[in-house]
């Protein structure tokens, strides 16, 4: 398997436009995780699914926010409209609980809002 | 939720020397502790995996040690070396939730 995929690797928009970042997990993977990181506030669980069902989105900053699962192997995180402090590191992050495993993320999306 | 905490935030060693990382927890009731190594600008590699039942795992010159009790975990690195620096972050999950909880992390760097 070629791990967690994240497209795209680099993002740099305009404030007020639209984002949206993508996620292929670990196939057979029935949890999948979004976070954001910056130098302020670190790792931050944003919302996560399992098999493809929100469970807990508290994390989501505000209704600008959005994630789906459309299905096991895709998951979008969208921001509208986005603003210059929605700028960070976004990684998904995929697991096993069948079987227990590790955690396995992403090489992540730098997003720059201007 | 699951709170981590590392202990220190930052560390400088001489090439050599053994070292100890520090995280604690504040749920006990937790599944997986798992360790990861982070170099800047990249993503998250896991070193090593904790489930609950388990009390260490090792991995080459890694060593990293569950106390749930205590809510504590330490991770030990022998022999460090320079490709050793890197910011190194604890996570947790719990019964609550199986998503892992991370602290902030402590940036080592090894000096030749």
């Known amino acids: 398997d070629a791990g967690v995929i994240q497209s795209p690797r680099h993002e740099v928009t305009e404030m007020g436009q639209e984002v949206t970042l993508r996620c292929k997990p670990i196939?057979?993977?029935?949890?999948l995780f979004w976070y954001r990181q910056t130098m302020m506030r670190g790792l931050e669980l944003l919302i996560y699914?399992?098999?493809?069902?929100?469970?807990?989105d508290s994390g989501m900053p505000e209704d600008r926010f959005s994630a789906k699962m459309p299905n096991a192997s895709f998951s979008t995180l969208k921001i509208q409209p986005s603003e210059p402090r929605d700028s960070a590191v976004y990684f998904c992050a995929s697991r096993s609980r069948r079987l227990n495993t590790e955690a396995f993320f992403g090489q992540g999306t730098r997003l720059t809002v201007v | 939720k699951q709170e981590v905490t590392q202990i220190p935030a930052a560390l400088s060693v001489p090439e050599g020397e053994n070292l100890v990382l520090n995280c604690s927890f504040t749920d006990s009731a937790i599944y997986n502790l798992q360790w990861f190594r982070q170099d800047p600008g990249k993503g998250l590699t896991s070193l090593l995996l904790i489930q609950s039942s388990q009390r260490e795992q090792t991995s080459g010159r890694l060593n990293a040690s569950l106390d749930k009790s205590s809510g504590r975990s330490t991770l030990y690195i022998a022999a460090s070396q320079p490709g050793d620096s890197a910011t190194y972050l604890c996570a947790a999950d719990s019964n609550s939730g199986y998503a892992l909880n991370f602290g902030k992390g402590t940036s080592l760097l090894v000096t030749p």
């Open positions: 699914f399992n098999n493809n069902v929100p469970i807990d």
């Open positions: 196939s057979g993977h029935d949890y």
